[in-house]
């Protein structure tokens, strides 16, 4: 079957990168949420790192306001019903994307494949929760979306070959590369870089380096972009514990335990860039250390 029309659930950071390279690629996408403020605000910031990209001179203004005319919103979950793809970008919270394939699944069309952009949730146990199975995979797209090469394609047990296929396919024409993984904790991506992000917090912790020195080190000295405490501000420390938590549940094994300081600064709702502080303080002009 040929993909066309697209439905995002949720229109917060990764709902909205989503949607911006499939609006981007060709795609029809319809984005919903719960709240109209949020779909609001995802259009717009779209528009802008639409404009990021033209005044970087990637791409014309015509091919903007051509991606631009590809979006829609709806507060209609059932809206979605009728798209060929439906990408799940909610709160990471099992519960929440559980309760939102059971409203979607009444008003999909046969042939929709399903998937959840989850980073760590196992794709079986959310398939077992669906009518489609083997219509059902894990989609995984790294932040920031339109700037980021990889997603990640995870299968769960009864993942038919069409449907991989059909999402390879799809990952190609986004001009993206896709990496296939198995699906158990956290994949491949965060399988590696959670607990690298982990041993950083520890790093901290136990008082080997402070903030600055250990973003320091890291960047310099092996060429990452961004420094692993700088980096789990910018993907969200409350995420960063909960696929910690997934990876020490599911693999039960000690070297996956979440460094304390780590959950303190969850407790104090210090989760990072997006609450203006967590391990920098963004307040300010530039970023601060917190510690
Ligand atoms: N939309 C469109 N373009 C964007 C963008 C956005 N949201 N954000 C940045 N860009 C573009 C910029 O326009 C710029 O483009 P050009 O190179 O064409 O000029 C480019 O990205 C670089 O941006 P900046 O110059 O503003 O900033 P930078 O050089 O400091 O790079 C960064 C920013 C790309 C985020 C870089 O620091 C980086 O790669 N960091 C690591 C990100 C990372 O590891 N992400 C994965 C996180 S893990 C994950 O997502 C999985 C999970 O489940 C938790």
């Not at 015509?62 to 793809?85: F, N, P, V, W, Y």
Request: aromatic share 6%.
């Amino acid at each position: 079957m040929a993909i066309q029309s697209v439905g995002v659930i949720g229109a917060g950071q990764m709902g909205n990168g989503i949607a911006h390279v499939f609006a981007l690629a060709g795609f029809d996408v319809l984005i919903n949420d719960i709240n109209q403020d949020a779909l609001d605000k995802a259009v717009s910031l779209i528009d802008r790192n639409l404009e990021r990209q033209v005044s970087r001179d990637k791409i014309s203004a015509r091919i903007k306001s051509d991606a631009m005319a590809h979006i829609k919103t709806t507060l209609k979950l059932s809206e979605l019903g009728q798209c060929d793809l439906v990408i799940e970008a909610a709160t990471e919270r099992e519960t929440v994307k559980q309760a939102i394939f059971e409203d979607l699944v009444p008003h999909l069309k046969p042939e929709t494949i399903l998937t959840s952009n989850t980073s760590s949730i196992s794709i079986t146990r959310l398939a077992s929760r669906t009518d489609r199975p083997e219509k059902f995979m894990g989609f995984h797209f790294m932040n920031p979306v339109p700037v980021m090469q990889l997603v990640e394609l995870i299968r769960g047990i009864a993942t038919d070959e069409p449907t991989y296929t059909a999402l390879h396919e799809v990952v190609e024409k986004l001009g993206k590369t896709s990496a296939t993984a198995e699906d158990f904790p956290a994949f491949i991506v965060n399988r590696i870089l959670m607990p690298m992000i982990n041993e950083a917090v520890y790093t901290l912790y136990e008082g080997v380096g402070s903030v600055s020195s250990i973003d320091s080190a890291m960047k310099l000295g092996t060429n990452h972009p961004m420094g692993p405490l700088e980096l789990a501000d910018f993907i969200g420390l409350d995420t960063c514990l909960a696929i910690m938590n997934v990876l020490h549940d599911g693999l039960a094994d000690t070297k996956y335990r979440p460094c304390p300081l780590l959950t303190k600064y969850v407790e104090a709702g210090w989760l990072g860039r997006k609450t203006g502080r967590g391990f920098y303080d963004y307040r300010g002009e530039t970023p601060v250390p917190t510690r």
